[in-house]
């Protein structure tokens, strides 16, 4: 199986990015039950809630832990000591592109 991931192009740890991605498509397939069916019967006839919430629950706390081993929160992020790029400012770009504009003065 394929996946398709956003994750998988950061050039993580391979293995566990696979794993990641691999419960991102789990996470949608339970999420989709249970949007389908929150209720089903039980094993006496009664209505109880679909498994998979309790299980969407679950998936969702593991990959949290998972995001976080990786560096994909900002908290871990910021202790792993990573720096976040900030985009330039628009007053940034105009100046830059005015000192590229402009010759250097001449030096005497």
Known sequence: MEFRC???????D??????????Y?????????VTARSMTTGSKGQ???NPAATELDRIDADLDRMEATLG????AQARYG?????????LDELTKRR???EPDP???
């Open 25 to 33: 498509e789990v996470r949608e397939l339970c999420e989709a039950e």
């Open 82 to 90: 990573f720096r976040v790029a900030k985009p330039a400012s628009k």
């Open 47 to 49: 209505l109880r809630v």
């Open 99 to 101: 000192r590229d504009r």
């Open 6 to 12: 956003h994750v998988a192009r950061c050039g993580c």
């Open 72 to 75: 994909l929160t900002p908290r």
């Open 106 to 108: 001449p030096s005497f």
């Open 14 to 23: 391979s293995r566990m990015v696979d794993t990641l991605c691999w419960w």
